[in-house]
């Protein structure tokens, strides 16, 4: 298994600009999360999913942040318009249940000049 | 309200020195504490959870529910050890299971 996979990798993009970051969670993994890290602070929890569905958003930072699961393989996290304090590494992880460890990808660095 | 903090954001000692990274949570239940490792160019990755009450890459971590603390420690560094750190909480009685966590330390082992 190849793990978590997150594209892009690395986004430059300019202020107003829509991004897009996709991930692909592990075969078989029931929960998938979005984090945020930053050097002030640090990771944080911005949205996860439970079978698909949205459990607590309560992270997210504002309504120009939303996130998607159409199905069990693909999650979305978009941003838009973007501002350059969105600038950050976003994680996606996920897990088999509620119990297990949670398998983190390689993050997208995002900037927005 | 749940709560993980980790005081410093830098650590720096030297090749063979102890080190302590401190965690402090604050959580009325029943918690569990992970600690978190993220090497350079590569994914965060678990190191190490207080259920297990295992020894990792030489590393423990003791859960003081009275200190409410979780530090983790190393009797002798190695310089393969540098990297970001964060603590983790997860509030056990909760069904969805997610984690909060601290706002990382970076440990540099110097040679």
């Known amino acids: 298994d190849a793990g978590v996979i997150q594209s892009p990798r690395h986004e430059v993009t300019e202020m107003g600009q829509e991004v897009t970051l996709r991930c692909k969670p592990i075969s078989g993994h029931n929960s998938l999360f979005w984090y945020r890290q930053t050097m002030m602070r640090g990771l944080e929890l911005l949205i996860y999913f439970n079978n698909n569905v949205p459990i607590d958003d309560s992270g997210m930072p504002e309504d120009r942040f939303s996130a998607k699961m159409p199905n069990a393989s693909f999650s979305t996290l978009k941003i838009q318009p973007s501002e350059p304090r969105d600038s950050a590494v976003y994680f996606c992880?996920?897990?088999?249940?509620?119990?297990?460890?949670?398998?983190f990808g390689p993050g997208t660095r995002l900037t927005v000049l | 309200a749940q709560r993980v903090t980790q005081p410093e954001k830098l650590l720096s000692v030297f090749k063979g020195a102890p080190v302590e990274l401190k965690c402090n949570y604050s959580y009325s239940g029943s918690p569990e504490l992970f600690w978190y490792v993220q090497y350079s160019r590569q994914r965060l990755q678990l190191l190490l959870r207080h259920i297990s009450r295992e020894s990792i890459k030489g590393f423990t971590a003791d859960l003081n529910k009275g200190e409410t603390s979780f530090h983790l420690k190393k009797p002798f560094a190695q310089e393969e050890d540098s990297a970001m750190y964060y603590c983790a909480l997860r509030a056990g009685s909760s069904n969805t299971g997610k984690l909060i966590f601290g706002q990382g330390t970076t440990l540099q082992v110097k040679p």
């Open positions: 992880a996920s897990r088999r249940t509620s119990r297990d460890e949670q398998f």
